[in-house]
């Protein structure tokens, strides 16, 4: 779960069912002595969701009976994701805050993503639009932006669609970024998606008897919400392909969507590695037993750091994208080092914008670039710029020696031979003063 999820720990359901009465039939006192909720009644799983929308963020929600309905927690961890990505790097707006603009596909018949996002504390130029290929998702949708006053904010946007629903699966043959396909002029900071899982009824039956015991919860979705061809996967990959055209991929900053299995993970990775997609990210959200992961990718030039591009744990580490951070240790004092790394600075030419005593954010002009070599030759014409942050991480003390570790953190730029043979020349133009001070 997200560190900013106020859900870390579980509502308090009494408090919470005494705040909003609809809630009181569904909560019972469970053997344990401790107030709980069957997860496994559609009728509580629907009054538990508008409860924590009301009290949490005053939002009030109109759930259909035969479609999804949204888990806040899980809802919120993406929506909390995303805005880390937007905060990393903020667009350029003067006397104001910056304006964000989203697209939801798939917004459902609640609109959760759009209705969260604009209510987040920080949040109030957001604005999004909203995508659905099913009238009546698109009716509720619709009916929940107007009752919650957002109407100004969220455009929910009809897909015309092109499906064939038949009894074993929904077949489409839809342009997934509708929005930015069809008028040149849009803009987005952001996509989000939660695509349906499975390929076919007989895969979420598959799935169903798959798994050991009795479901942990209702599920009571509409096909269009479960069912994709090819599952997510292919949904998913279909987007990528989207977003590659020329004149949508410098349209958004950050492509993203959610990933239900594991396995489809890989996939997405290995499409992405085939495209040459270097700058992409991935996320894992952990709430009890259930298990979801978030990917991201951009044509831009902004490196996110690799907290929020490169999550632990055995089961991810072929997937994740390259580091954009490296680091260096030298034996020296943190003040010997600062000023030795200036010195190295300087000598290449390059334009430092930050001298503080922790870090040195230092961009490589347009004519300078490092060759395999790491040394600086003329870049050709129109070669990008090159951002990365270069800071005293920790000096650790041995019993013979100090050291203290440099860290270069990558902020900018499309090359990432560039950024590694720059701090491979830094690296080695320090070893050099190390070796030479040493023999003095």
Known sequence: MHSRNPYIKPPDFLSLSDSFPPLKPFVSISTAGKYVIDFKNPQAQRALTQALLKKDFGLTLDIPEDRLCPPVPNRLNYILWIQEILVTFPTATSGSAPKIHGLDIGTGATAIYPLLGCSLPGNQNW????????????????????????????????????????????????????????????????????????????????????KEGPPSGACTGAETEMITPGGEESFVLKMIHESTRENVRTRCRWFTSMLGKLGSVGTVVAEFRKLEIDNYIIAQFIQGETRRWAVGWSFGVDRLPDSLARPSGQSLASFLPLPTTLRHTIAMLPSEAKTTLSQVLTSMDTSPVDHQSTAAMVPIPDSVEMNEKGSADAAAPNSSQLVCRISPMAVSQATTSVGVTLEAQWIKGDSRTMFEGFWSHICRKLKDKERHRNFK
Do not use: W
């Open 127 to 210: 604005t999004f639009i909203g995508t659905e290929i099913d009238p009546v998702s698109c009716s509720y949708a619709t009916l929940n932006v107007s009752n919650n006053n957002l109407t100004s904010r969220i455009e929910i946007y009809p897909i015309i669609t092109k499906s064939i629903s038949t009894e074993s699966s929904a077949v489409q043959d839809d342009d997934i970024l509708a929005p930015l396909l069809n008028d040149p002029t849009s803009r987005f900071d952001f996509t989000m998606c939660n695509p349906p899982f499975y390929g076919s009824t007989a895969e979420i039956e598959h799935s169903a008897g798959a």
